[in-house]
Nanobody, 124 residues
């Protein structure tokens, strides 16, 4: 089993900041990538940011320059620092990892795992 526990969501005024955290635990052999997605009401889930095991990052155009993703590999933890928040950033944010379970160490088959989601609301 792989578990992801997210924290850090909440209500913030436009222009404010929040930091999301996601800790992965369980039967993990290795993590290839860790990322954040979001889903606003009536919209599809979209990629916000991702960081690979070698530190390569990728961001949605809408958050470039405002959001920063970082990971602490030793703790299987990923963070999303969100600055200059806008009302359009309001959504449920989901943590995602692409990981190999210990039971798959010999073939390196990876799977995608999701957190439960944390609400971020940007409003005055």
């Amino acid at each position: 089993q792989v578990q992801l526990v997210e924290s850090g969501g909440g209500l913030v005024q436009p222009g404010g900041s929040l930091r999301l955290s996601c800790a992965a635990s369980g039967s993990i052999f290795s993590i290839n990538a860790m990322g954040w997605y979001r889903q606003a009401p009536g919209k599809q889930r979209e990629l916000v940011a991702v960081i690979t095991s070698d530190g390569t990052t990728n961001y949605a155009d809408s958050v470039k320059g405002r959001f920063t993703i970082a990971r602490v590999s030793a703790r299987n933890t990923v963070y999303l620092q969100m600055n200059s928040l806008k009302p359009e950033d309001t959504a449920v944010y989901y943590c995602n990892i692409n990981a190999v379970r210990r039971s798959d160490w010999y073939n390196r088959n990876a799977g995608n795992y999701w957190g439960q989601g944390t609400q971020v609301t940007v409003s005055s």
